[in-house]
Every structure is written in C-alpha cells, then in structure tokens.
C-alpha cells in the first residue's frame, strides 16, 4: 500500500496563488512511480494537471495550466508539491494527489489516490 497525504488548497480570488503538497509513503512505493495531481470539477469532469518522474527530472503538465502551474518534488521524502499561480476560476475542483506508473498516471488510472483537497477561485 501507499499512503498519499496531501495539504494546501483553499479559496482564493482570480490571479491569486496556492501551493498543494502531497507527502507518499509505504512498502508498495516504487521507484517507476511517478508522482502528480489530478483535478475533478462538475464541468469538466478529472484531468491530469501535473506529474513528475520518481527521480523529479521530468514533468508533464495539461496544456490549461502549463505556464502557470509548477510541480517539484522532494526526492528524499517523496514529497511533491504544485505551485499555482495566476489562479482562475476554471481552475475550481477538487485536486487530488495519485501516484503510478506514467502512462496509468496519462490514463486517469493511478494506482493510489489521495483523499482530494478542494481549491476554489472566486471571480
């Protein structure tokens, strides 16, 4: 198993920033994990926003947040962050921490999830 334990998020107004982290562990962690965040909204139902390789040198983030969104990670304790700036009310959701292989992760089917931390941006 892997437990994902996540933090940040919260409301902010358009043009503002947040910072989520996401901290994994367990006895089922691998190293050809790659780490990232989904999002899910009523209008547009779960994206891949962001992830990154298991050793922090390779991201891949959605084209509606590329340039706005940054995703880094703590190798020597499996943390990973996203910093998002420039926050828009389509960015509303709930954003969830995943870990798994990168093409599961591109598929929408991790294999661990987090429990989801809501970001809201008013207008």
């Known amino acids: 198993q892997v437990q994902l334990s996540e933090s940040g998020g919260g409301m902010v107004q358009t043009g503002g920033s947040l910072r989520l982290s996401c901290a994994a562990s367990g006895p089922s962690l691998m190293e050809s994990f790659a780490m990232g965040w989904h999002r899910q909204s009523p209008a547009k139902g779960r994206e891949l926003v962001a992830m990154?390789?298991?050793?922090?040198?390779?991201?891949l983030y959605a084209d509606s947040v590329k340039g706005r969104f940054t995703i880094s990670k703590e190798v020597s304790n499996n943390t990973v962050y996203l910093q998002m700036n420039n926050l828009q009310p389509e960015d509303t959701a709930v954003y969830y921490c995943?870990?798994?292989?990168?093409?599961?992760?591109?598929?929408?089917?991790?294999?661990?999830w987090g429990q989801g931390t809501q970001v809201t941006v008013s207008s």
């Open positions: 990154i390789n298991y050793s922090g040198s390779r991201a």
């Open positions: 995943a870990v798994g292989h990168g093409p599961d992760m591109v598929a929408g089917s991790p294999h661990f």
